[in-house]
């Protein structure tokens, strides 16, 4: 017999469905940290989240990523200028 397991359904933070409508809407614009997975504007240099400086520029991968952290539970404090900057992770 299996054991079901109980996933915890995420209610979606509107604010976060808007930026990620964003990031999907044009993700020529973005890229995803290979440090800390974080999405970022594509002329940021360093993550300001891990100061990596490797990035993903792949759509496909950045669409994905997108989606990962829209339905997963936030993991960093989304204040107004990492939001209006469009950073957005879900590390640290």
Known sequence: ??????????ELDP??????EGIIANPKEFKVCDGCDSILLRDVPICPLCSHYRFNTDIEEIIKQTNVLLHSEPKCMMDSSLTERKIWSDKK
């Open 1 to 10: 017999m299996k054991k079901s397991k109980n996933k915890k359904v995420l």
């Open 15 to 20: 604010m976060r469905v808007k930026i990620a």
